[in-house]
């Protein structure tokens, strides 16, 4: 029989950006908060202490921070008919786990969105006419604007501390900056991270070719900074360990360095650690939740009573507990009915990789998590798709990670894979190996969604979910035209070889290769119950006093990492809840 604990005003399921985020804005009205975070406590000076944390066998190969895969993962299949199988090991994506979530592990790329991108296919139809879109290709506006996230873009910033520089201050176009961004109502907290060799040369071939680059925005600190909360950040030091690592310089925002050390703080606030939450628990009509029921450290079963349920796990995660607990009606792609699963959807990533002469010292081992050049003429809908023949495009740039020895160390292709060959070929090309990288939007199908998997189940008992996706034409056409623009853009720039690394027709979806952790969709937001999960403040359809958060509320995916507008729209629900639900709870939109 399950340990019944007292009611809480506000139980939040998971505890990375999106918890930390609504757990700062909600105890701030008032609210008596709970975190349930299934995974343990870590922190800066725990978890990321110098010089322990620089290990990359450790942290990068063998995924100190990722959940474990043996306990709960996800089945994964290309087809509609085909068996799923478990993902047993990180490739594809890398699942966060502990406090902080992917958010304390991630590299800090911070970009808002296009704002044609919140509102798709009324741009293409209106743009092209409604035959543009491909039968069985599911776009779907968001439901909000860019003008209405635009102040919780620019606070979520201002809370990271963001190294950029803007292109677009009220309407007005900036040196410098981006031009092609949506309107800002001002500069970013810090200016720009400095250039290293290589950013400078992909500037400069990409201008050369008619482009528009600009400094990459990066949640990496370029100097010192104190944030909204009063919580400061150092400036970042270069040393190329960033993703897949907690900053010990306190640069790289995360929950950690941005949020916790005033939300812990609080009378008001409690966390949970290791507390794995297996269902959102319903009264008699289902239409209102009660609270949740979790499996605590010891194996004990506790049920949690809550006025407000907040979903803030991550994407993958957050679906499977709408499926678990019978929230919404599960996606059937036969017939098209229900919701919960549907638009699953990825990114299409590629690079144009140049070789440089000898004798070129990139110096790759200085590197941040997200400082570089980028450029969006090729994104969005910034260029005519019309003669095209494809929907979407990719955020493209130059970005160096830094040149760790285990993963850090390209080759070209062709070259040995081991031993005395590998060394030479190593040796030969670590100090002039650049990449420009192209991260490619991918849209929402008929045929890729989540669902509960028939078999597998995890270490409590409970279906894995399932997956189901594979590539599609429209996105093999875009990222073989991304090539070749950048291609050009590769020939610029003084070389002694330039590789294209795209995928071709027909190629299946390999999980094992790494691409990106920017899995969205399964509980997307919309205007009507029956295209979405979520209204436009992410609140449950089905169920008024759940909100589900971040990017499972993406019907689709675009060329952008997505947690500066996750972020934003944590910021956006949070005032809605507070300054509307609160005072008359119920559904915040009619259906």
């Not at 959940?67 to 996800?74: A, C, G, W």
């Not at 008919?81 to 786990?97: E, I, K, M, W």
Request: hydrophobic share 35%.
């Amino acid at each position: 029989m399950a340990i019944k604990k007292d009611k809480v005003d506000v139980v939040l399921v998971g505890f990375g950006w999106t918890g930390a985020i609504l757990g700062q804005e909600l105890t701030d009205a008032g609210m008596h908060v709970l975190a349930l975070e299934r995974g343990h406590m870590q922190d800066t000076p725990t978890d990321a202490e110098y010089p322990k944390v620089l290990d990359e066998l450790a942290y990068s190969v063998r995924g100190k921070l990722y959940q474990d895969l043996s306990k709960e993962t996800v089945t994964i299949r290309h087809g509609v008919n085909d068996t799923a199988v478990p993902y047993r090991q990180h490739g594809s994506f890398l699942l966060g786990n502990g406090v902080g979530g992917a958010g304390f592990h991630w590299n800090g790329m911070h970009y808002r969105v296009l704002p044609e991108e919140l509102e798709l296919r009324t741009r293409y139809e209106t743009r092209y006419g409604k035959k543009f879109i491909p039968e069985g290709m599911n776009l779907q506006d968001f439901g909000v604007t860019y003008d209405e996230l635009e102040p919780h873009f620019t606070h979520f910033e201002d809370v990271c501390g963001t190294s950029g520089k803007a292109g677009n201050i009220q309407g007005k176009i900036v040196e410098g900056g981006n031009p092609l961004e949506g309107r800002r109502s001002k500069e970013y907290p810090l200016a720009p991270l400095a250039n290293t060799l290589g950013a400078q040369l992909f500037e400069k071939a990409a201008r050369e070719a008619g482009f528009n680059p600009y400094p990459a925005p990066a949640s990496n600190a370029s100097g010192p900074y104190t944030n909204p909360y009063g919580v400061r950040l150092g400036p970042c030091n270069f040393c190329g360990f960033c993703e897949n690592y907690g900053c010990y310089m306190y640069s790289k925002a995360s929950p950690q360095t941005t949020i916790l050390p005033v939300l812990l703080k609080k009378p008001n606030f409690e966390l949970r650690t290791r507390s794995h939450v297996i269902k959102v628990n319903l009264d008699s009509t289902g239409k209102k939740a009660v609270g949740v029921t979790y499996i605590d450290e010891k194996g004990q079963e506790i049920e949690q009573p809550a006025d407000l349920v907040l979903l803030t796990a991550y994407q993958m995660h957050n679906v499977r507990l709408l499926l678990l607990s019978g929230i919404g009606k599960p996606y059937d792609p036969k017939t098209g009915e229900g919701t919960v699963g549907k638009n699953y959807a990825y990114q299409m990533n590629g690079a144009v990789n140049v070789l440089l002469p000898k004798g070129t010292q990139l110096n790759p081992f200085v590197g941040t998590g997200a400082g570089g050049v980028g450029m969006d003429d090729l994104n969005g809908d910034q260029f005519d798709h019309g003669p095209l023949g494809f929907i979407g495009g990719a955020s493209i740039r130059h970005v160096r990670y830094g040149g760790r020895p285990i993963k850090q160390t390209p080759t070209t292709p062709g070259a040995a894979s081991w031993g005395s060959g590998w060394k030479a070929n190593v040796q030969d090309t670590y100090q002039r190996y650049m990449t420009i990288g192209i991260s490619g939007s991918v849209q929402s199908y008929n045929d890729a969604y989540l669902s509960l998997d028939p078999t597998y189940k995890d270490a409590y008992g409970q279906p894995l979910l399932r997956m189901t996706f594979d590539w599609h034409d429209n996105e093999f056409a875009m990222l073989d035209y991304m090539g070749k623009r950048m291609e050009e853009v590769g020939k610029n720039i003084k070389h002694e070889k330039v590789f294209v690394a795209t995928r071709k027709k027909g190629a299946h979806y390999d999980t094992r290769l790494y691409q990106s952790t920017h899995n969205t969709g399964g509980a997307i937001m919309g205007s009507n119950p029956r295209e979405s999960v979520v209204n436009k403040y992410l609140q449950s359809w089905d169920v008024p006093n759940v909100f589900v958060m971040g990017a499972c509320a993406f019907p689709q995916n675009m060329g952008y990492n997505p947690t500066g507008l996750v972020g934003a729209l944590a910021y956006w629900a949070a005032k809605a809840i507070r300054e509307q639900y609160l005072k008359n709870p119920g559904p915040l939109v009619q259906a």
